[in-house]
């Protein structure tokens, strides 16, 4: 049975950080690719970056605010979130796909909710 259980999530002040925690069951987090996504009520869900087996990520994170990494050892996926705005404000999500080749992701975590205040 694969599980996905993220934790980390909580409120912290505009410009703040975070760093949240996938703990993974059942898949080697180092050969599945692993991703984050979020979501604010009413909108639809947002991509937010991916690691693939080859430890390459979707997105380029020197450019932006947020990285992606892994711990093979402790089967953790992490999403650091530095410089967090309002906007930012979502529940977080962290899924897990075989492959790129199609847009699906096959598992899902039940998500952590990050909330930014002004």
């Known amino acids: 049975q694969v599980q996905l259980v993220e934790s980390g999530g909580g409120l912290v002040q505009a410009g703040g950080s975070l760093r949240l925690s996938c703990a993974v069951s059942?898949?080697?987090?180092?050969?599945?690719?692993m991703g984050w996504f979020r979501q604010d009520p009413g909108k639809e869900r947002e991509f937010v970056d991916a690691?693939?087996?080859?430890?390459?990520t979707y997105t380029d994170s020197v450019k932006g605010r947020f990285t992606i990494a892994r711990d093979n050892a402790k089967n953790t996926v992490y999403l650091q979130m530095n410089s967090l705005n309002p906007e930012d404000t979502a529940v977080y999500y962290c899924?897990?796909?075989?492959?790129?080749?199609?847009?699906?992701?096959?598992?899902w975590g039940q998500g952590t909710q990050v909330t930014v205040s002004s």
């Open positions: 899924a897990a796909r075989w492959g790129d080749a199609t847009p699906d992701w096959d598992y």
């Open positions: 059942g898949i080697a987090v180092n050969s599945w690719h």
């Open positions: 690691i693939r087996p080859d430890s390459s």
